[in-house]
């Protein structure tokens, strides 16, 4: 299960419909072993494309050093498909390589209605999990 | 003293669970070289026949190798090379 406060859920979202029809990335911190996701960090998509993302390779050297400063870890990675549902794609199975992070996968296909779902993808293997969107972690 | 590679999470199973390990060479093939004959199938997932793979980042202290000279880049003792395997994917 993945608990998300609602105001990451927006900054998600909003960056997710920002980009659109290109597709939106980035990466939500926590604590490292906490599986709490505290401090937002989009990323470039260097791909700038509608239909592939990757991170920027410096900008991502950057992120990952100061992360692993601060004793954190990407708690979620998220990115956006923009004519597709919100489901790893085999694309995404294949590249995905942090084990321990919730993969985020929000659609805007549909200009009202954003779809938000997270999954584990581990070892080619994809797992939905519930998304709890709560203010307060002790509402687990 | 020797380079100091770190290695990401995901491929820590062949380090033995360590973040980073140290190896030794004239450039950034043989470094990874010299790593694989202690940890081995390393140097396989990072690099194929075309050099070094898509999908894997390697940095020599603050700068992406493929900016500098790939597998031929120069390395040299108290240099630190980072991994970090590239977040990518896509709607296809």
Same mark, same amino acid.
């Given at each position: ?57 410096? #900008? ?11 004793? %954190? @870890?990407? !708690? &979620? /990675? ?36 954003? #779809? ?11 797992? %939905? @999990?519930? !998304? &709890? /969107? ?7 | ?92």
């Amino acid at each position: 299960m993945l608990t998300l406060h609602p105001a990451l859920h927006a900054k998600i979202v909003a960056h997710a419909r920002a980009d659109h029809p290109d597709e939106a990335c980035g990466v939500i911190a926590g604590p490292a072993g906490s599986d709490h996701p505290e401090r937002f960090i989009p990323m470039l998509n260097a791909e700038r494309s509608p239909t592939f993302y990757r991170f920027d390779s410096m #900008e991502q050297f950057r992120v990952w050093r100061e992360m692993d400063e601060r004793d %954190e @870890e990407p !708690v &979620v /990675i998220y990115h956006s498909h923009t004519a597709t549902e919100a489901y790893p794609s085999r694309t995404d199975i294949s590249y995905a390589s942090e084990p321990g992070a919730h993969y985020v996968l929000v659609s805007t296909r549909d200009p009202e209605q954003a #779809e938000f779902r997270a999954f584990r993808i581990i070892d080619g293997a994809v797992t %939905e @999990e519930d !998304v &709890v /969107i709560a203010e307060d972690r002790m509402l687990e | 003293m020797a380079i100091e590679v770190r290695i990401p999470t995901i491929l820590r199973t062949y380090t033995g669970g360590a973040k980073s390990v140290e190896g030794s060479g004239a450039t950034l093939a043989d470094l990874l070289g010299d790593l694989d004959s202690r940890h081995g199938g390393l140097r396989e997932r990072l690099v194929d026949d075309g050099g070094l793979r898509r999908f894997v980042n390697v940095y020599l202290n603050d700068e992406d190798v493929r900016f500098l000279g790939g597998l031929q880049t120069p390395v040299h003792d108290g240099d630190t090379v980072t991994v970090l395997p590239a977040v990518a994917g896509g709607a296809c």
